[in-house]
């Protein structure tokens, strides 16, 4: 069975880097568009964007200036990084996998972060 | 970006009722859809993909219809596990846009 576990700091400072790791186990990474989706407290989901396991990305424009997504599939990981963050910031971010068009049926069970000081 | 409007953002209905929530794209998404329920404090459950296929174990009282641009899921009997956030999710293009939800609520 395919999992998929968030990890990272729970609490950002205005204006640093946010980092997350979603690590994958029951599966392998091959084959597969992995993705960062995130939550606002109380309010609808967000994609924030995906990259095909051989390493190529798309974005959402909202917030591509500031949003890095890598993947290691040696380690069956994958990675978000998003800079100059804000109290808007602050949400439940998942990692979610899916295939060649079909939506995303594996999602991790996400994991809060807070931006404040 | 494909707009995802959906409707209503609230239902409230009773335990055997069949609901309907409804999803409008702003442009042509094939089937490239997929239904979504969502409890509170869990990640979102991928109830139907393809539009109207559905998703192994997930009861058939759901059911999605719809292509182009009007999608539609469909509760034909509703159980008290029901009663939950269900959010429609286009994957046509990028960027990949969601509805705004819908929150079924006990009437």
């Known amino acids: 069975q395919v999992q998929l576990q968030e990890s990272g700091p729970g609490l950002v400072k205005p204006s640093e880097t946010l980092s997350l790791t979603c690590t994958v186990s029951?599966?392998?990474?091959?084959?597969?568009?992995w993705n960062w989706i995130r939550q606002p407290p109380g309010k609808g989901l967000e994609w924030i964007g995906s990259?095909?396991?051989?390493?190529?990305?798309n974005f959402n424009p909202s917030l591509k200036s500031r949003v890095t997504i890598s993947v290691d599939t040696s380690k069956n990981q994958l990675s978000l990084k998003l800079s100059s963050v804000t109290a808007a910031d602050t949400a439940v971010y998942y990692c979610?996998?899916?295939?060649?068009?079909?939506?995303?049926?594996?999602w991790g069970q996400g994991t809060l972060v807070t931006v404040s000081s | 970006d494909i707009q995802m409007t959906q409707s209503p953002s609230t239902l409230s209905a009773s335990v055997g009722d069949r609901v309907t929530i409804t999803c409008r794209a702003s442009?042509?998404?094939?089937?490239?859809l997929g239904w979504y329920q969502q409890k509170p404090g869990k990640a979102p459950k991928r109830l139907i993909y393809?539009?109207?296929s559905l998703q192994s174990g997930v009861p058939s009282r759901f059911s999605g219809s719809g292509s182009g641009t009007e999608f539609t899921l469909t509760i034909s009997s509703l159980q008290p596990e029901d009663f939950a956030t269900y959010y429609c999710?286009?994957?046509?293009?990028?960027?990949?846009?969601f509805g705004q939800g819908t929150k079924l609520e006990i009437k």
């Open positions: 999710l286009q994957h046509n293009s990028y960027p990949y846009t």
């Open positions: 442009q042509v998404i094939r089937n490239d």
């Open positions: 979610a996998r899916h295939a060649v068009g079909i939506a995303p049926l594996y």
């Open positions: 393809a539009a109207s």
């Open positions: 990259i095909y396991y051989s390493g190529s990305t």
């Open positions: 029951g599966g392998s990474m091959s084959g597969y568009y």
